[in-house]
Every structure is written in structure tokens, then in C-alpha cells.
């Protein structure tokens, strides 16, 4: 099993403290630390404003979710990946297919919540079979089912395959009846098995087809009605158990119109229902929720392809609404999923204020059918989002964006995530349907049931992040800062020094004319156009500003209760015949502890620059307390505290490292 470590596109996940840290009540006044280290991450897919008050870090809320990623796949060898499913743990598991000595063979692999690739599995077989299409459906316990079919000595035949959360295959069955018959779709089932439908059968009929959870034939039936010339093309199973399949069936102008059965889990036929435009009409998915069934395709004529979603009473087997999707150019529909109290449908758009020829194209809709957003995505080369599933944990989507690589994107359910889109021009109309009730006829065949030995192997898959984000170090001697870019995903760089000055070098040095505080941002850009900004305020210096006196730089120098004691490593263990005040540790890196004899009490202290700008203040109402500095950029900073029940001030000064 091959387990290759990879990042998707998403934004880290960032722990801060508070910068105060205190025994007992604090009052916080305002307070803004330029010597902090602020990130604005900024890139099509984040936007993270950090905001401090009081010593307290205030995050904005995000315009989506942390997990977001987009991560692309690519192979030494053939890779095309035809479908997704998102697992309620957070995991991904994609399907698709390879070529290996001229036969296509089936690939399975495995993403983490956060875009990582944990295993990537080719299931291959000692025949000569031919895998095209394909399904894949999870279980309770994240076991995945995967459907594809085969030829096998000049017959098609249907293969299911059962694999674990580690892809390690549980066991594969190939099912025929000798008709040549096509298998479109799969569920999984509330007893732990599957069901599927498909036709191409005795008389053109229709089929569904129940297996059990180890792979057993358990019933397989042909569903025809008075044109016997139907299809199977998707499948759901309701609450309580009753199975739902929804195909096409050739009306009496010789087009195709949606064609929809209710069962029985004996496979026995509640009833039966029939819609259709007047252009041919094909269903490509279907999702049941509180009592409606919701099924998505296509209707077709000569010249145009317009998505159509429709809404029925599973009891009554009424049709609520169809809606057609229209827009001044072609759009055809993929998949749909429903989450919550939305509808997503995914597919392709041709554009003439897109990206390339044909973009990918998400549209969430209500559950009565009004438009709440549609967007496309793309890029110069032709574009479609084959699959989506959704959950809690975002939408997944499967695409070929970006110069034609498969990739797997995790977005908000609010369609944000992606590092650029456009707002596409769809509207949602209602379209003009022809409903009649047909008499199904219905008969039980035999099915041939054969194990089928699928070995899996490593493959070898490239999984590229296309995450991009801003990071860097630096170190400052007097007025030259020096730039360590740490950056991941870039191709581009821009610097601003904050003094007017910019350069788009990878790691530049720079000299600052002035002594003063200065915010330094780079922003850097993928080869997709994602950009990503981190900001860092520092404090420049020049030496002779460090040889100030610090009643030169503090206010209310003439008030002191005491002086500093020069010491040769400069640090400030003040003392006077009144009490002792301890700072330390001196230099110092995380935390800078403040200390009076017991009896006396730390009123407040005040944080000033090098420079003595006022950074902050805050009440201790202690004999101890501290303040975190760990945030603050190196160099020389001073204090000033403030004893209850004494007129003056204490001033210090501290190294921060």
C-alpha cells in the first residue's frame, strides 16, 4: 500500500494566547503591540484578519471553513478519476482508472480531512478486463462499494467491488445474466448491502439488482412498461427501506422521458411515474430528504443541453416543481447532492464571460427549487466538475481545473473555497412537463454470479498542493533588515517595506533611511493567480537611538521613584531605600515577570518601543504578575510601573530576543 504525504490547498490552523498572562483580575486597556507579528492571509481562499484588543487577540469570522483545499493528481502512469465521495469522518475516497497493458483498470484512493493522500490502491485482476464508467458508495462504517463493469469474453458484465478504510478489498463479484446488460448506478442499503439498476436486458426492460453486504445475488428484476425501451440511471433508498429508481423511457414521439419506480426492498413495485419536455429528457442523479424525491439530469434537443431538477411526493408520487436551468449559453448537468435544506448540482458551462471554452459550473438551489448562487470556475483550457458530495464537513468536488489535472477541491457548502470564481448568469425556470401513469409490467431472471479476484497494488500517484502561503523570517541589524523567505506554492513575489520602498526578489535585503516602526508585507502568487499576504511590524533602530537615556524616552522621566542601576549586561533589577522591583528574566523570550516585596502591590505597567512610543498598558492590582512578549520582534523595549500608594513611576528597560 502506497502512502504518499501531500497538502492541499487550506489555511493552517493558528493557536494564540493571550498576551497577558496574570494571577489574579486584569483591566485591559487599549492596546496595540506593533512589534507583533500580524497575518493577514490573504488568498482566494482565506481571509484571516487578526485584531488585537486589550492584549487579547479577536479573530473575524472566516468567509469559509479551515479545511478548505484543493489538491490535483497526476501519474507516471494513465489517470483519469470519475467520481468522489465524501466520508462523514472528514476522509475522501476518489475512484478512477489506469491503463496497464492496454486495459483499463480500476484506482482507489484515500484523502485526508485536510487534503493528505493516505493511500492509493490499484485493484487489478489476472483477465483481460476492460473497466469503464464507475460508481463508488460508503457505508455506515466508511467501507466503500465500488461499481464499474467489464468486458469479459465479448459480454458486458457488472463488477462490485467491497473495500475497507485502509483499501484492502473484502470481496468482488462480477454479475451477469448473459444479456450484455450496462449497470449505471448504485446505493448502499439500510441491511448493509447494495443495490443497483441499469438496463440493456430482455426486451430493453429496465433491471434493479439487490445484493447482500458479503456480495450474494439476493433478487434481480426487469421492470418494463408498455414501450418496453426503459434505462435504470440512478437509485436511492427512502427511511424505510422502500428503494426508488429513476431512468428514462421512450414516450410515443420517439423522445425520452423520466421514468420513476418505487419498490419494495422485495423489489416489488409500489408505483410508477412518468414526466417529460418536449426534447429528450435523462435523469443523472437522484437524493431523497423528508419525504420528496429529488432528481437532477438534462434536457436535450439539437442544439442546446439545459439542466432540470425536479421535486416529487414519494407517497403520493406527485410532482411538486420541475425547474429547467437557463442561460444565454450551454450548460449540461453532472451530478447533485443535497445537504441540509440545499440542492448542489455540478457540470459544465460553455461561457462567453468565462474562463476557456467550457468552465465548471456549482449551482445551489432551495428546496423549492429558487436559485440561491451559481458560479463558475476554470481556467484557459476546458473545464467540468464531474462529482460532488457533500456533508457537514464541506463540498467535495472532483474537476479537471487547471490545465486539465484531476483534482479534488473541499468547499464551504456555501460554494466559497475556490481561489477565483465568477458569478454565472443562470436563472431557474418552470418547465412545461407531460405526466402519464404506466402500467409496469415486472418479472424475475437469473442472474450469474461469479467471484471475481481483485488483487490490490500500490500505484503510484502524484498528488500536488496547490496551496500557496506567505511566510517568512528575518534579522535586523541597526537599519538593514535582512528577509528569509519561508514561503510554500509560490511562483511570484512582491515586498513592501512600509517606507514607500518595494521589490520582488525571493529574499532581499533592505535598508530603512529613518529609525521608526515599520510594517513589512510580502505577498506572494501560485501559478493559478491564489495569492497570500503575511505582515510583520518591526521596530529600526538606529545605535546612537539605543544610547538615549531612558528619561529621555519615557513621559514623566522627573517623577521616578528610582533610577536604573547600570549593570554591564544592562538589566533592570531596580532597588531604593523604599522597596525592590525585579524584571526578569533579562534578556528575555516568552515571558517578562514583574515582582515588589509582599505588602506592596503592582498598580500597572506600561510597555514602551525602544523609541518610547506607549505600546500598551495594563492594571495588575498584584504583588506579581507577567506579560508575554513572545510575539514581539527582537530589540530593546522599555517599562514603566506604577506602585500602589508611591507618587512616582519605575522605568526599565528589556532585551527581547
Same mark, same amino acid.
Given at each position: ?87 462523514? @469522518?472528514?476522509?475522501?475516497?476518489? &475512484?478512477? =482508472? %489506469?491503463?496497464?497493458? +492496454? /486495459?483499463?483498470?480500476? *484506482?482507489?484512493? $484515500?484523502? #485526508? ?27 455506515? @462504517?466508511?467501507?466503500?462499494?465500488? &461499481?464499474? =463493469? %467489464?468486458?469479459?469474453? +465479448? /459480454?458486458?458484465?457488472? *463488477?462490485?467491488? $467491497?473495500? #475497507? ?493
Amino acid at each position: 500500500m502506497l502512502s504518499i504525504q501531500s497538502k492541499g490547498y487550506h489555511s493552517a490552523q493558528t493557536s494564540w494566547q493571550p498576551l497577558l498572562l496574570l494571577p489574579s483580575h486584569s483591566n485591559f486597556n487599549n492596546f496595540c503591540v506593533c512589534v507583533l507579528n500580524c497575518f493577514i492571509n490573504m488568498n482566494r481562499f482565506t481571509f484571516f484578519i487578526l485584531i488585537l484588543l486589550g492584549f487579547n487577540f479577536v479573530t473575524l469570522p472566516e468567509c469559509i471553513s479551515q479545511n478548505i483545499y484543493v489538491t490535483d493528481y497526476s501519474s507516471t502512469n494513465s489517470l483519469e478519476i470519475f467520481d468522489v465521495i465524501n466520508l462523514l @469522518n472528514g476522509e475522501v475516497v476518489a &475512484l478512477g =482508472s %489506469t491503463i496497464n497493458g +492496454g /486495459k483499463k483498470q480500476l *484506482v482507489l484512493f $484515500k484523502n #485526508d480531512a485536510n487534503g493528505k493522500l493516505m493511500w492509493a490502491n490499484k485493484l487489478f485482476s489476472s483477465s483481460t478486463d476492460y473497466y469503464h464508467n464507475g460508481r463508488i458508495v460508503a457505508d455506515n @462504517n466508511n467501507n466503500t462499494a465500488v &461499481l464499474a =463493469s %467489464t468486458v469479459d469474453v +465479448g /459480454k458486458t458484465k457488472t *463488477v462490485v467491488v $467491497k473495500v #475497507d478504510n485502509l483499501g484492502n478489498v473484502v470481496w468482488s463479484n462480477k454479475y451477469n445474466n448473459g444479456q450484455g446488460e450496462v449497470t449505471n448506478d448504485i446505493a448502499a442499503t439500510n441491511d448493509g448491502g447494495y443495490v443497483l439498476t441499469g438496463g440493456g436486458c430482455i426486451g430493453n426492460n429496465l433491471f434493479v439488482h439487490k445484493i447482500s453486504a458479503n456480495g450474494n445475488s439476493q433478487w434481480f428484476r426487469l421492470i418494463g412498461s408498455t414501450t418496453q425501451h426503459e434505462m435504470g440511471l440512478a437509485v436511492t433508498q427512502l427511511p424505510n427501506d422502500d428503494l426508488v429508481i429513476a431512468g428514462t423511457t421512450l414516450n410515443a414521439s420517439n423522445l425520452q422521458d423520466v421514468i420513476v419506480f418505487r419498490l419494495d426492498m422485495q423489489g416489488n413495485v409500489i408505483w410508477e411515474m412518468n414526466y417529460g419536455s418536449s426534447a429528450n429528457d435523462f435523469v443523472r442523479s437522484i437524493a431523497q430528504k423528508d419525504g420528496f424525491i429529488y432528481l437532477a439530469g438534462n434536457t436535450q434537443s439539437v442544439l442546446n443541453s439545459m439542466p432540470f431538477v425536479s421535486k416529487i411526493n414519494a407517497n403520493s408520487k406527485r410532482l411538486v416543481w420541475n425547474k429547467v436551468l437557463t442561460s444565454a449559453t450551454t450548460k449540461s448537468l453532472l451530478d447533485m447532492d443535497i445537504f441540509n435544506n440545499s440542492l448542489t448540482i455540478s457540470g459544465l458551462i460553455n461561457s462567453n464571460n468565462g474562463y476557456g471554452n467550457d468552465d465548471a459550473s456549482l449551482t445551489k438551489l432551495d428546496l423549492q427549487g429558487n436559485l440561491v448562487k451559481s458560479i463558475v470556475v476554470g481556467d484557459a483550457a476546458n473545464n467540468i466538475a464531474k462529482a460532488i458530495s457533500s456533508n457537514g464537513n464541506g463540498l467535495v468536488v472532483l474537476s479537471n481545473l487547471y490545465n486539465g489535472a484531476s483534482n479534488i477541491a473541499l468547499l464551504d457548502n456555501d460554494l466559497l473555497g475556490y481561489c477565483d470564481y465568477k458569478l454565472s448568469n443562470i436563472q431557474v425556470q418552470n418547465q412545461v412537463t407531460t405526466a402519464n401513469n404506466l402500467k409496469p409490467s415486472i418479472f424475475s431472471i437469473g442472474v450469474i454470479e461469479e467471484k471475481h479476484i481483485l488483487t490490490p497494488s500500490n500505484f503510484n500517484v502524484t498528488a500536488n498542493n496547490l496551496t500557496v502561503n506567505a511566510d517568512f523570517n528575518f534579522t535586523i541589524n541597526s537599519k538593514q533588515i535582512a528577509l528569509n523567505n519561508l514561503s510554500a506554492g509560490a511562483v511570484n513575489y512582491s515586498w513592501d517595506f512600509g517606507d514607500g520602498s518595494a521589490v520582488n526578489d525571493a529574499s532581499p535585503n533592505h535598508v530603512f533611511a529613518n529609525s521608526g516602526i515599520y510594517t513589512v508585507c510580502l505577498t506572494v502568487t501560485n501559478a493559478m493567480g491564489c495569492t497570500s499576504t503575511k505582515c510583520v511590524k518591526v521596530c529600526i533602530k538606529a545605535p546612537n537611538d539605543l544610547q538615549l537615556g531612558i528619561d529621555q524616552r519615557l513621559p514623566n522621566a522627573n517623577n521616578d521613584i528610582d533610577k536604573p542601576k547600570k549593570t554591564n549586561d544592562d538589566t533592570p533589577h531596580l532597588t531604593n531605600d523604599i522597596l525592590k522591583i525585579n524584571a526578569y528574566p533579562n534578556p528575555v523570550i516568552n515571558d517578562l515577570n514583574f515582582e515588589v516585596a509582599p505588602g506592596s502591590t503592582i498598580s500597572s505597567v506600561s510597555i514602551f518601543s525602544g523609541n518610547g512610543q506607549l505600546l500598551g498598558n495594563t492594571h495588575m492590582g498584584s504583588s506579581k504578575g507577567n506579560i508575554s512578549v513572545a510575539d514581539f520582534a527582537p530589540g530593546v523595549y522599555l517599562y514603566q510601573v506604577k506602585i500602589e500608594n508611591q507618587n512616582g513611576l519605575i522605568n526599565g528597560r528589556f532585551i527581547k530576543n
